[in-house]
């Protein structure tokens, strides 16, 4: 994966939606250049990897930490979610890192796996805030991971993509018509035609289907 191809998943994405009238495309603000990027990360105690800076690159958010309004006022990239500029992204993340980070567990040789795919790491960035914030994680190898956090669960039991497989989703969610984009520009949901989940499959494969997005 690079930046380029991170870059390529969401301006597909952000092309389907500006046929269909989403009133987000128009709200999309300028992408940074790679100076301003380094500087804001380094402020904040962030190194970021090409992969995550490339999604800032793109397009410095579709609002900013100030802008107040419902999902009807501002809708996002997708139903209910909100990209912020750089700088609202860094604080949120260093938020979550106060709250949900604990670097005693990550360090204590007697701390469980579980306990410690809870903990927020202090390198996580959120690209898509909601109930559950979207993390992009940055490996060793510069890849990077996206998945739902959850503060009861971390990263054991969430679906993990790359961001274009997590962006094909989003696409699939279009054709079966379970998103739609309404005539004023915002979304709409149709739960009933949300991916139906087998309570008796194995539970990698009911995660793969339950958090699609």
């Given at each position: 994966?690079?930046?380029?191809?991170?870059?390529?998943?969401?301006?597909?994405?952000?092309?389907?939606?500006?046929?269909?009238?989403?009133?987000?495309?128009?709200?999309?603000?300028?992408?940074?250049?790679?100076?301003?990027?380094?500087?804001?990360?380094?402020?904040?105690?962030?190194?970021?990897?090409?992969?995550?800076?490339?999604?800032?690159?793109?397009?410095?958010?579709?609002?900013?930490?100030?802008?107040?309004?419902?999902?009807?006022?501002?809708?996002?990239?997708?139903?209910?979610?909100?990209?912020?500029d750089?700088?609202?992204?860094l604080?949120?993340?260093?938020?979550?890192?106060?709250?949900?980070?604990?670097?005693?567990?990550?360090?204590?040789?007697?701390?469980?796996?579980?306990?410690?795919?809870?903990?927020?790491?202090?390198?996580?960035?959120?690209?898509?805030?909601?109930?559950?914030?979207?993390?992009?994680?940055?490996?060793?190898?510069?890849?990077?991971?996206?998945?739902?956090?959850?503060?009861?669960?971390?990263?054991?039991?969430?679906?993990?993509?790359?961001?274009?497989?997590?962006?094909?989703?989003?696409?699939?969610?279009?054709?079966?018509?379970a998103?739609?984009?309404?005539?004023?520009?915002?979304?709409?949901?149709?739960?009933?035609?949300?991916?139906?989940?087998?309570?008796?499959?194995?539970?990698?494969?009911?995660?793969?289907?339950?958090?699609?997005?």
């Amino acid at each position: 994966m690079s930046g380029a191809q991170i870059v390529a998943a969401l301006d597909g994405w952000v092309e389907r939606l500006a046929h269909l009238g989403a009133r987000v495309v128009d709200r999309l603000r300028p992408g940074l250049e790679p100076e301003q990027i380094r500087r804001a990360a380094a402020a904040h105690g962030f190194t970021l990897s090409e992969e995550v800076a490339a999604v800032w690159a793109w397009h410095d958010g579709e609002r900013v930490g100030t802008d107040v309004g419902t999902s009807a006022q501002l809708p996002g990239l997708r139903p209910a979610g909100a990209f912020y500029d750089l700088g609202t992204t860094l604080e949120t993340s260093l938020t979550y890192y106060g709250i949900c980070g604990d670097a005693d567990v990550l360090t204590d040789p007697h701390a469980s796996d579980s306990e410690k795919a809870a903990v927020w790491r202090r390198e996580w960035m959120v690209f898509d805030s909601w109930l559950l914030p979207l993390v992009l994680a940055a490996g060793p190898d510069g890849s990077t991971d996206t998945f739902r956090y959850d503060p009861q669960s971390g990263t054991e039991v969430v679906a993990h993509s790359s961001l274009p497989a997590r962006v094909a989703r989003w696409h699939e969610m279009l054709d079966r018509g379970a998103w739609r984009v309404e005539p004023d520009g915002t979304w709409a949901v149709q739960p009933a035609l949300l991916p139906k989940v087998d309570r008796s499959w194995p539970v990698a494969e009911r995660i793969r289907w339950t958090e699609i997005t």
